[in-house]
């Protein structure tokens, strides 16, 4: 299978979070995706290609232009401030609030366009966010042109990014934007399975009235885990949307047993709905050894997981979203697609 990666994620680099009462350097950092590139190499999984240049008119079809026009001017405009190192917000427009009007000033703005504090902002963020969308564009257009699968070493993630905004270290949302290129290509209908270990809330909330894109998430319990405010089992779309949303929230300390029998259920209701395409947001934080989850998936059960996509015999394109112990995410990611293969 080929794979999809620019090295200019790279510029995304030295992020700050807020992790139980204290700021440290984010987990999501650039040597994730170098570990999958390496582990891609070392097992021989095929060609890895440049993204090609994509502008931004399947993104403003599941995100709001002012929403995207706003991810450019954020570094500019923290400058423009006196400030350098990471941007941050620290301020959301909560029930109460008025979440109508954009403030002026760039604190204000950045609270406004997102729901947490995971998404700080640095001179090449912007630039790492456009290289990431454009991977995923150019592995589905891999896909469209009739490869089996392909592989968007996508980074940094997306599937927490919704229509107007960002969080959970995701921007531009790399699988619903896939999604809706596939629809602007032709396609008539696209399932989303996000195996990732939190809940894909942007993808749920960008498609939630609408029966063109089935979404399937397979995640942590939002009672016990981030995102908490979206992802419970009884969010099954709205309108047109309705039943076309799907949430298996699982308790922490899940295993394989349990994981994959969900996995199982909702793999059947793909194939009821028949989609042209399949996207799988790819996450492999739940993995026991993640150090910001508590699933117990182990690395033997990742191409399990490839395997079972794989019967589905249809055309599969996997973007790549959490996954933070670096050490074995390589083998882990790398797991699933040779799953897939083999
Ligand atoms: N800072 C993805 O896996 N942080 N995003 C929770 C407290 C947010 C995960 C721990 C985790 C976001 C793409
Ligand atoms: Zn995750």
Sequence with gaps: MKTVFSPRHLGHSNQLELVAGAIVPAFEKPSRAQYIHDRIIDVGLGPIIGPDEYDLSSASRVHRQDYLDFLPTVYPRWKEAGRDGTALPFTWPTRGLRGDVVPEFIDGALGYYSF???????EGTWDAVKSSHDVALTAANLVKGGERTAYALCRPPGHHAGAGFMGGYCYINNAAVAAQWFLDQGASRIAILDVDYHHGN??????????DVQVIN?????????????????????????????????????????????????????????????????????????????????????????????????????????????????????????????
């Design 116 to 122: 947490d504090a995971g998404i700080g902002f640095v």
């Design 202 to 211: 942007g993808t749920q909330e960008i498609f939630y009235r609408r029966k």
């Design 218 to 342: 397979f995640h942590a319990d939002p009672m016990q885990e981030y995102p908490y405010f979206l992802g419970h089992a009884d969010e099954k779309g709205e309108g047109e949307g309705e039943g076309f949303n799907l949430n298996y929230p699982m308790r922490w300390g899940t295993t394989w047993e349990s994981w994959s029998a969900a996995l199982e259920d909702g793999c059947r209701k793909l194939v009821d709905y028949g989609p042209d395409v399949v996207i799988v947001s790819l996450g492999v934080d739940t993995f026991e050894k993640d150090p910001i989850s508590k699933f117990k998936l182990k690395t033997e059960d990742f191409p399990k997981i490839g395997e079972r996509i794989r019967k589905l015999g249809l055309p599969t394109l996997f973007v790549q979203e959490g996954g933070y112990a670096v050490a074995e995410i390589g083998v882990n990611a790398v797991g699933v697609l040779q799953g897939f293969e083999n």
